[in-house]
């Protein structure tokens, strides 16, 4: 070989792979549409009520005996954001400290008990705007990084009042 001269590479040079994938977007993810109302024994029971983007986050809170009673986030119908709903009524009181410090940091919302349905006990939710093009594994470390504040507690077991519920119920369907 001569002064100056390039040696050619003994190997051949390819297309590049990115070393780290990031995954699945929000756009990819499947909207559960089955009946949701089902008994959740084990941690594995969730992933079939809860969208693969606040999985994490719903099994660390079932991990840490918080009930979860809400969550969201796919493609089809949920893409601008995901959320996970407490029920505030069954946190024990250093949880409950724990979530008003998230509120007035602006980390969790806090929705009072109201006259409808749905909202038959006090509730805090965790919430993350989204886009479509947002991964999945982003949007997770979001969630947990603000579920991960919570400690572990006692399972506090929420009887539901059904004939509060029903008065609600009465009271929504006379204003209509």
Same mark, same amino acid.
């Given at each position: 070989? @001569?002064?100056?001269? #390039? #040696?050619? $590479?003994?190997?051949?040079?390819? &297309?590049?792979? $990115?070393?780290?994938?990031?995954? @699945? ?8 549409? =089955?009946? *949701?109302?089902?008994?959740? #024994? *084990? ?7 809860? !969208?693969?983007?606040? /999985? ?7 991990? @840490?005996?918080?009930? *979860? ?14 959320? %996970? ?7 024990? =009181? #250093? ?14 919302? +806090?929705? $009072? ?11 805090? =939710?965790? !919430?993350?705007? *989204? ?7 982003? %949007? !997770? @470390?979001?969630? /947990?990084?603000?579920?991960?504040? +919570?400690?572990? &507690?006692?399972?506090? !077991?929420?009887?539901?009042? +059904?004939?509060?519920? +029903?008065?609600?119920?009465?009271? &929504?369907?006379?204003?209509?």
């Amino acid at each position: 070989m @001569k002064f100056g001269e #390039k #040696k050619k $590479p003994s190997f051949n040079i390819g &297309q590049k792979h $990115p070393v780290f994938r990031l995954g @699945k977007k929000i756009k990819d993810v499947a909207p559960i549409k =089955e009946h *949701t109302n089902i008994a959740i #024994k *084990t941690k594995e029971d969730l992933v079939a009520i809860v !969208e693969e983007p606040c /999985l994490k986050a719903c099994e660390m809170l079932f991990e @840490k005996n918080i009930k *979860t009673v809400d969550s969201g986030c796919n493609g089809e119908n949920s893409s601008h954001r995901a959320y %996970v709903t407490i029920n505030y009524d069954t946190l024990s =009181e #250093k949880n409950k400290q724990i979530a008003d410090d998230l509120i007035k940091q602006g980390k969790m919302q +806090f929705y $009072p008990k109201g006259d409808n349905l749905r909202n038959y006990f006090n509730q805090v =939710e965790v !919430e993350v705007l *989204t886009k479509p093009e947002d991964f999945v594994a982003n %949007v !997770e @470390k979001k969630l /947990l990084a603000v579920v991960s504040c +919570f400690e572990r &507690q006692d399972k506090i !077991e929420y009887k539901r009042d +059904f004939s509060a519920a +029903f008065m609600q119920q009465m009271k &929504q369907y006379e204003l209509s």
